[in-house]
């Protein structure tokens, strides 16, 4: 397996000087934030989410930077963003773009981005890695991670193991996977929760994650997941490994780094600090007034304006009013609904887009 790559100044596009970039390192709060986009959805999901992030002031100290992937023999087709406006004003947000030259995944696991991207941040560095389609609401800085002890998302279903009625059961699957790494299973568990049900297991989205080295935290992480897929362990026999692959090895890697779940304070990821909407109609569906205020704001601004409107599901939704329909098929005072149904009826009103 390949070591981790390092950092290759050469190779960023950054709005401001060596001497600044140096300078908001060093600043109370800061760290590094990264996320990946490339050409289609992602680039015009990338320029929302840096426009939100420099909406708040807070924020000034996080270094931004962008993992494009690059053509090689792992894409059939040329991935990197062919918008030069969304590339020109990412950088006038400060965006540090990374070349990111894909040695493990690329077409036919696009999610694995994200692992190789990690290898590039500077190492033994504090960073916060997010899904793209995710808007920020407000300063990550006051979020109060503790980045010595990684954690991640927990606004999960429970998509993986799938569980047949003849087993394996999520204590086989799990089980064998700890064993299978040398790792602590026990104090993984929430004792809250009964044998078998899935909250008991340690399992995370990975749409937004952290820890104190992102050069340490990808490489274990990539290993992971190659070995994973390599060893056929028994327990997995039945189980797909993609999309998951990600978020299967995540638990994992946290656990071996000395984290665990629910780290975060309260009320800020997935909350009042950042939203990971997935699609917009999502965020119109779920997501409260202060998010939907944020959002329409930025889209309000001609600059972006410009822009978002030449995605046609951003255009829909933020310009066309289709936003304020899909908001009005909910009643956001009761319990959610859950996504499965809420995409449900945003498809049979015609307004599922992404």
Known sequence: MSDPLPLEPGHLTTASDADAHDESRGAAGGFNLLIVAQR?????????????????????????????????????????????RIRQMLGAFGAQFIPLHNRHFGDSYPNGNKIEALLHLPAAEPFLFLDTDTLITGDLTAVGFDFARPSASSRV????????????????????????????????????????????????????????????????????????????????????????????????????????????????????????????????????????????????RPDLQRVLCQHPPFNRMLYQGHGAHARALFDRDGPETPMAEAQAKLSRAGLWAR
């Open 157 to 300: 279903a429970p998509t993986w193991p799938l569980i047949s009625l003849y087993g394996p059961g999520y204590e086989d699957v799990w089980r064998a996977l700890y064993d299978h790494f040398a790792l602590d299973y026990a104090s993984s568990l929430n004792h809250s929760y009964p044998p078998e049900f899935w909250r008991r297991y340690a399992y995370f989205n990975a749409g937004w994650f952290y820890g104190p080295c992102p050069q340490l935290f990808g490489a274990r992480m990539r290993d992971y997941a190659i070995e994973v897929a390599r060893a056929a362990l028994p327990a997995l026999a039945c189980q797909p490994l993609k999309p998951w692959l990600d978020q299967i090895v995540l638990p994992l890697v946290i656990q071996a780094m000395g984290g665990a779940r629910d780290l975060v304070p309260g009320g800020h990821m997935d909350g009042a600090t950042t939203c990971h909407y997935r699609a917009l109609p999502m965020l119109y569906a779920q997501a409260s007034d202060l998010t939907v205020g944020v959002l329409e704001t930025l889209a309000a």
């Open 40 to 84: 289609g959805r992602l680039q015009y999901e990338a320029l929302l989410l840096a426009a939100s992030l420099r909406h708040f002031a807070g924020n000034d100290v996080v270094r931004l930077f962008i993992a494009e992937p690059q053509p090689g023999p792992l894409w059939s087709e040329d991935p990197r963003m062919d918008h030069w």
